[in-house]
């Protein structure tokens, strides 16, 4: 605040100082500076009311300035590839500084062959524009291979896998990247008798979805790895009374677990009431005491449980009755002759 005294009278001026932050406030900001850049050359407008404006474009120790014109478009040469940053400045303007990454262009990568497990698969790098990249860098299933002057690369792949990606890279390049299958060559299928007996040997057969024989197949037996002839078969000696069997192959989906059930070999006579006899077909083997029946070959003294020792004939009894009678007998015709 400030006074004037003019004729007599004081005249006051309430004028106040300049507020600082809300100068700040009122900065304009500048816009449109891309964060990528393709090529050495770029074309970007900063906004409204940004002619004039100062534009420096640095990476690594290299400098290059613009202006930017009437419509506030700017027109600036890169001084080279890689990280670097755009600074722009203007009275009015809040200094701009942008982080950039300068490429000499953008790769693309594409799939030409190859389908399933063992294949061999084709791959292409070309430009944006669909020109080949010589000598760019592909990563795919833990190998990196360098395109050839057509900007291809060719492997073998030995694996089934859904979303595989290879990656394509090149210095000076922005990197691309595909997805892609790889798909099985089949699915197994295990075949066996419908009937399996104990003691028989049987025949195994592997074949794929198409019923195509499988040679050199493998083949679990019960926990057990085998392998089947060129013809896919093999000849097995059941011993057990079940089997577990599965199939698998490199590049094939492994068939599904197959459980047969086979029918005991009787051996009557052994001692052993084995799977399949009973006491109708074997009954030395399978007589069991406690069972709640007293079988054929079971008595009192071998199983008492099931076999109740039988009543004694009443000898005594008999006896007893007898001399009585005989004593009557006796009686009465003594006392007859002595009637007489």
């Known amino acids: 605040m400030s006074s004037n005294s003019i ?16 100068t700040n406030a009122t900065l304009k900001e500048f816009s449109g500076v891309p964060g990528e850049i393709e090529g050495l050359t770029i074309t970007f407008n900063l906004g409204k009311d940004t002619k004039g404006a100062q534009v420096t474009a640095t990476v690594g120790n290299k400098t290059s300035t613009a202006t ?3 419509n506030g478009t700017v027109t600036i040469t890169i001084p080279g590839f890689g990280q670097g940053e755009i600074t722009a400045t203007k009275t009015g303007f809040r200094t701009l500084t942008k982080i950039i990454t300068v490429y000499a262009g953008t ?3 594409t799939k030409i062959s190859g389908e ?3 294949d061999e698969f084709k791959f292409k790098v070309t430009t944006k524009d669909g020109n080949p990249v010589k000598d760019a860098n592909v990563e795919i299933y833990g190998q990196t291979l360098k395109t050839d002057a057509k900007g291809i690369v ?3 792949i030995k694996t089934i896998q859904a979303g595989l990606e290879a990656f394509a890279s090149k210095e000076d390049y922005k990197q691309a990247s595909i997805l892609f299958d790889i ?6 299928k295990i075949s066996v008798p419908e009937k399996v007996k104990q003691g028989e040997t049987i025949t195994i057969t592997v074949r794929d979805e198409n019923k195509n024989l499988l040679p050199n197949a493998n083949v679990s ?5 085998y392998t089947v002839d060129a013809n896919g078969k093999i000849e097995y000696k059941v011993i057990t009374t079940t089997l577990t069997l599965k199939a698998s192959n490199d590049g094939y989906i492994p068939s599904e677990q197959t459980s047969v059930t086979v029918e005991a070999k009787i051996e009557c006579g052994n001692g052993k009431c084995e799977a399949g006899e009973t006491k109708e077909n074997c009954l030395q083997d399978c007589i069991k005491c406690d069972d709640g029946y007293c079988d054929n070959g079971e008595d009192h003294k071998t199983c008492p449980s099931d076999c109740p020792k039988p009543e004694e004939f009443p000898w005594l009894l008999i006896i007893l009755v007898a001399i009585m009678l005989l004593i009557l007998v006796y009686f009465l015709i ?3 002759n002595k009637k007489q």
């Open 116 to 118: 399933k497990y063992g």
């Open 68 to 70: 930017a014109n009437d």
């Open 183 to 188: 798909k099985a060559k089949g699915t197994l």
């Open 221 to 225: 037996i019960n926990g057990v790895e």
């Open 154 to 156: 060719k492997t073998t």
């Open 107 to 109: 790769l693309n990568i």
């Open 7 to 22: 004729g007599g009278t004081r005249e006051i001026n309430y004028t106040q100082p300049a507020n600082t932050n809300a």
């Open 334 to 336: 003594f006392r007859k």
